[in-house]
């Protein structure tokens, strides 16, 4: 829309993190790191859980609901719409792994589409003070590939919560960055 300008972050707009749960993205394999960062967060704010949420992009919600879960179905109508509850069931378990002992309450969302707006509207439904997400720097090329493919960096640009990094990968000082 020509001339609309989006709500900015302003202090009005702050959900307390004491109370309201985090968002935490995360995907197949990923290291326990992001989701025991997130639950160490989340022990030392108050919040009552963490929303641990994977968005399948080869999927598209067809009807977003009040409490951030999705209907969705694969975007290819050639695949089987249910071979993503292995997928699912994957997740949850790597989920239930990471955080056994992190004494805190996880739920999982399983979603589809854009990652930033999936992640959003998951946000925007459990009332979540912030996100967590992990960064895998080494696997970009070039830094503007980062910038526009990382999704700490779509949150960051696309809505009014703070967006927390956990590096996953770290560039040696001394070396040349992957990105050269």
């Known amino acids: 829309m020509p001339g609309h300008v989006p709500p900015q972050p302003h202090p009005s707009r702050l959900t307390d993190f ?16 992001v989701a025991l960062t997130a639950a ?3 022990r030392a704010t ?6 641990l949420a994977y968005v399948d992009t080869a999927r598209h919600a ?13 975007i290819d109508p050639d695949l089987a719409d249910d071979s993503w509850l292995e997928l699912r069931d994957r997740l949850v ?8 002992d992190a004494q805190i309450p996880w739920h999982f969302r399983y979603l589809a589409g854009r990652v930033d707006r ?7 439904a459990v009332d979540a003070a912030a996100f967590v997400v992990g960064a895998h720097v080494g696997r970009h090329r070039h830094v ?3 910038l526009r493919e990382a999704v700490g960096v779509q949150l960051a640009h696309r809505q009014h919560r703070p967006v927390l990094t956990v590096p996953l990968e770290v560039v040696d000082w001394q070396g040349r960055p992957p990105w050269d």
């Open 18 to 33: 004491a109370g309201h749960p985090l968002v935490v993205g995360v995907v197949p394999d990923q290291p326990p790191l």
């Open 40 to 42: 160490s967060l989340a």
């Open 46 to 51: 108050g919040a009552p859980a963490l929303y």
């Open 62 to 74: 067809t009807q977003e609901h009040p409490d951030g879960t999705v209907t969705h179905q694969a």
């Open 93 to 100: 378990a790597q989920a239930g792994a990471a955080l056994g």
């Open 118 to 124: 999936a992640l959003t509207h998951l946000a925007r």
């Open 144 to 146: 503007g590939d980062f």
